[in-house]
């Protein structure tokens, strides 16, 4: 240990060999993992019952580092133009279908929110035993007037192993493509597989990215959308320029809602709203609605909650903050880990309508994190830094101070 901090002051490429050559073994041990319950509340994972599989992962040297990886948002924007923004998604899509699918690997809670008048701010940890992922959110609807994001991130991850951190980085990017991902991995069990119409409720910072997921997945042929703000809806359409599927610009609510197959609703308002109701859909219609998450903040009514087959990602967190925060419990069809590990189905027919309550969950974070490491150590993204103190002797941090 000595030799290495020594080592790495003068030559970081000398410590790189040294740190592969003595922690080598650990790459040879098998990945073992353990079913953990929620500490702080008592709360139990997902039932044990459920089919679940084991972690693949194959980045495992990366654990080797002792610096940190710091990505900022132009990293990543960088990153997602290298790799491309679809591809990216479908990588990220992949990577939570696998993770829900070991649900029970996970120390699972819900996150914890502080209210203020303006909005909300939460932290979402989340922990497989092997990697330590969270990320700090805010939801401020009215920041826009002021030229600010409603939705702003920051995320960690960590080797769980150690409790060293192993990259921080933006996750306001992030963010919009893991629930892109999560909308999309949703509707393969809810939405019907020929849908070619998807409508878009709200056209702010989030609905590019659920559009372009969507296109990714379904042969769409057209998105109509609306918006209270003009000019928003004038920034949609010349993101979406170019792209294989006709825009269709809507003067209300019920013009976009108009042969849908898919409807996303992803309105930023701090009250309880009232875009449509189960009159305005058609049969068949899948509800992809990820605008209601906080207490107080939805979307829909409460007597559609009813009437259609309602799909959450987390059980306790979505009943405090979800579309289902009207509701209760028992208006729940499934977790969507229950579709993903086959315990339950999701779509049965062609005629009913599905909903997916989605509020984001820590597992989309951790799933979207572990992605954007692994990608940003392949091609060499983001800048490395010594966050932590080296002490040559661990024991004697005071000593780190006189170095
Ligand atoms: N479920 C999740 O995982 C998840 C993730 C990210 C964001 N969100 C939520 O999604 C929502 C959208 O996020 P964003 O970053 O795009 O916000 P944003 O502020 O950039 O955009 C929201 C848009 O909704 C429009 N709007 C508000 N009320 C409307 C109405 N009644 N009809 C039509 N349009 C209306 C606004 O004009 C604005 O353009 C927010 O509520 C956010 O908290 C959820």
């Not at 000595?2 to 592969?20: D, G, H, K, M, P």
């Not at 903050?321 to 579709?339: N, S, W």
Request: one cysteine or more.
């Amino acid at each position: 240990m000595l030799f290495c901090s020594v080592a790495r002051r003068e030559n970081r490429r000398i410590t790189s060999y040294v740190t592969v050559f003595v922690k080598l073994p650990l790459l040879l041990t098998p990945l073992t993992y353990i079913h953990v319950g929620n500490a702080a509340t008592g709360q139990k994972s997902a039932p044990e019952s459920r089919k679940c599989g084991r972690a693949k992962y194959k980045f495992s040297h990366l654990l080797t580092r002792f610096d940190m990886l710091i990505l900022t948002a132009s990293d990543i924007r960088d990153m997602a133009r290298h790799v491309g923004l679809e591809h990216f998604i479908k990588k990220a899509t992949k990577a939570l279908k696998q993770d829900f699918s070991r649900w029970s690997s996970f120390h699972l809670s819900p996150r914890h929110a502080t209210y203020y008048p303006q909005g909300v701010i939460e932290l979402m940890p989340c922990t497989d035993n092997k990697f330590y992922t969270f990320k700090y959110v805010n939801g401020h609807p009215g920041n826009i007037r002021n030229g600010k994001l409603s939705v702003a991130a920051i995320g960690q991850i960590s080797d769980a192993g150690s409790g060293y951190p192993l990259m921080l980085c933006d996750m306001t990017l992030l963010t919009a493509i893991r629930t892109a991902a999560t909308s999309v991995l949703a509707a393969s069990y809810l939405a019907r597989s020929d849908a070619k119409s998807l409508a878009v409720i709200g056209t702010g910072a989030q609905v590019e990215f659920q559009t372009i997921a969507f296109a990714g997945h379904y042969a769409l042929e057209t998105v109509r959308y609306y918006d209270i703000d003009s000019l928003t809806m004038s920034k949609f359409a010349r993101n979406l320029v170019n792209q294989p599927f006709e825009l269709k610009p809507c003067g209300s609510i019920a013009e976009a809602l108009h042969g849908a197959d898919v409807v996303t609703t992803a309105t930023a308002a701090k009250h309880r709203q009232t875009l449509f109701t189960i009159q305005d859909i058609s049969p068949g219609t899948h509800i992809n609605a990820i605008g209601g998450d906080c207490p107080g903040k939805t979307e829909l009514p409460a007597e559609l909650l009813r009437q259609v087959k309602l799909v959450v990602e987390y059980t306790p967190q979505s009943l405090i903050e979800g579309e289902i925060q009207q509701g209760d419990a028992g208006l729940i069809h499934a977790e969507l880990a229950e579709l993903v590990c086959g315990t339950k189905i999701g779509r049965d027919n062609d005629r009913e309508i599905t909903l997916f309550d989605s509020v984001g969950f820590a597992l989309e974070d951790f799933s979207i994190l572990r992605i954007a490491y692994k990608l940003a150590t392949e091609f060499k993204f983001g800048t490395e830094i010594a966050m932590l103190p080296e002490a040559d002797d661990p024991k004697d941090l005071f000593g780190f101070l006189a170095s």
